[in-house]
């Protein structure tokens, strides 16, 4: 185990089900009943120190990540995600097709208020951007 990395090691431990966990200096772990050897607990003695810097760096990691998405300013043209442009390309190589469009029929039984209905969809095509979403070629590529 001694030519293995920490990432190889703590993988090694993971397949043995055993949990590891830093608690500030100390290095602590839950295991199945006789799964920790002599072997396996100085061969953990020996590499605390560089797995509980590993523990640290991948803490800051995911510290460091934003916690919000931050919006794209819309001041000019969008490209188009891959997935918006795979359908793209595929309207281009058949117009107008119908392949994934979905159909639906809903049936309102009792009093309707179509203006609280209209109201409602509004609403989610407000709070919802991909539904306000067209594509239109600018020099021959889809924004």
């Known amino acids: 185990m001694n030519g293995l990395t920490t990432v ?3 993988a090694y431990l993971r397949s043995l089900n055993v949990k590891l966990s830093a608690d500030g200096p100390n290095l602590r772990y839950d295991a ?3 799964m920790i050897t002599s072997v396996l607990k ?4 020996a590499r605390k120190p560089e797995i509980l810097e590993f523990f640290k760096e991948a803490r800051l990691a995911v510290q460091s990540q934003p916690s919000t998405i931050k919006p794209i300013p819309r001041s000019g043209d969008l490209p188009l995600s891959f997935g ?11 117009p107008g097709g119908t ?5 639906s029929l809903f049936r309102f039984r009792g009093d309707f ?3 609280v209905f209209e109201q409602s969809l509004s609403e989610i095509v407000r709070r919802h ?3 306000r979403t067209y594509f239109v070629n600018v020099d021959g590529f889809p924004v």
Do not use: C
């Open 42 to 45: 100085s061969e953990l003695t």
């Open 113 to 115: 208020n179509l203006a």
């Open 99 to 103: 392949t994934y469009t979905i159909p």
């Open 32 to 34: 199945p009943s006789g």
């Open 129 to 131: 951007e991909v539904l």
């Open 8 to 10: 190889e090691f703590l």
């Open 84 to 94: 918006q442009m795979r359908l793209w390309w595929l309207d281009q190589l058949g």
